[in-house]
């Protein structure tokens, strides 16, 4: 299973909570399909390459990459503030083809809080639905019950430079989720925030979207907030799509080097030649459980490394003996780096027991690893 916990689980699927606006509305109602889009800027830059994505109504789905993979853009183009150089888009089963930003039913977050600096909190959020000429006691009823819920209530009639960073930002994503847009867009809107502020505000953005039963499509670079958050997850690298699924498949059977990699710590080995389910490696036989057509490396999460003393009895296949050469000791896990055979290997383990770590630098030990936690994947 994977090892990081699913933040999108334990908070459920929004049952517990007030029926979503969504439901009332037709199955297409908050759906975003992207047919084949690309984006070349003037200078050439080719920053979004034929993606095609379908993300489903009420729907966490997170585009996760490296600087300058496309991600921006790709928002950019789903709110309406590029244009296509090819490919179509969809929201809620219209095309977009020359709608403007203002009438398509999306509102985006971005990583700076773009706050009114002369309205005060309350009036930031209501906003919005001034404009839309929603009257002022409908308008003060809704305002109340936003910032109840995002808990910026006692804030309500500082100006914005009287908030910290945090609440800035909650006043952000309270200013667009009170116009309960069809869609969702959040662009890196956590980054800026220390870890456990950032932790708490995945929480409360997480339960709201469940509530309200948007479509959220959420822009990242960190790997652990797209595991924790989404449903399903995109991986780009250069303008195009590498993988896409549920965050735990990806992250369980990653594709490629690079998309394994990006989700986390991996050891990864060179597919040297293969015979059934054996594969040889330079870190020896590797027995697999699933063998993919193109098989050119072989991937192990440092999880799934299995230690233990020489005295203990082997298990036949893929038994190895390693010596430790470095421990980091990380709280809740501790991180060995292992040596097989003059081969780098990396294992984690949960310090369940008492004192600091359970294997010390320079001692040798039992390593064994499961056929069916070796990945084989392509490039
Ligand atoms: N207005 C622009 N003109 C030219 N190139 C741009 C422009 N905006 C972004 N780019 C380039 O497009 C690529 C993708 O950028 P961006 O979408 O901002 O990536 P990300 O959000 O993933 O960091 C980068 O190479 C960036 O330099
Ligand atoms: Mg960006």
Known sequence: MNAIPRLAQAIGDGKDFAKPAAEIHDAQHGKVHLQDVSKVFADGTVAVDRVNLEVEPGEFFTLLGPSGCGKTTLLRIIAGFEDLNGGAIFISGRSMLGVPPH???????????????????????????????VKTVERR???????????????????????????????????????????????????????????????????????????????THDQHEALVMS??????????????????????????????????????????????????????????????????HVMVRPEKVLLSSLE???????????????????????????????????????NTQNGRTRYRVGERLRVHIEPASIVGMGG
Do not use: W
Request: glycine share 8%.
């Open 103 to 133: 009438a398509r039913n999306v509102n985006t977050v971005f990583q700076s809080y773009a706050l009114f600096p002369q309205l005060n909190v309350a009036e930031n959020i209501a906003f919005g639905l001034r404009m839309r000429g």
């Open 312 to 350: 203990e009895k082997g298990r036949g296949i893929n038994d190895f003996h390693g010596l430790v050469r470095e421990v980091l000791y990380m709280g809740a896990t501790s991180q060995y780096g292992l040596e097989i055979d003059g081969y780098p290997l990396v294992a984690t383990i949960s």
């Open 231 to 296: 449903d399903r997850i995109a991986v780009m690298d250069k303008g195009l799509v590498r993988q896409m699924g549920r965050v735990d498949d990806v992250y369980e059977r990653p594709r490629d080097v690079f998309v394994a990699e990006f989700l986390g710590l991996s050891n990864i080995f060179r597919v040297q030649s293969k015979q059934g389910a054996d594969v040889s490696t330079s870190l020896g036989m590797l027995r697999l459980s699933h063998t993919p057509e193109t098989l050119q």
């Open 141 to 219: 009823r809704r305002c109340q019950d936003m910032m109840v819920s995002m808990q910026i209530d006692v804030f309500a009639k500082r100006m914005p430079h009287q908030l910290s960073g945090g609440q800035r930002q909650r006043v952000a994503l309270a200013r667009a989720l009170i116009n309960e847009p069809e869609v969702v867009l959040l662009d890196e809107p956590l980054s800026a925030l220390d870890a456990k502020l950032r932790q708490e505000l995945q929480v409360e953005l997480l339960r709201m979207q469940k509530r309200l039963g948007m479509t959220f499509i959420f822009v």
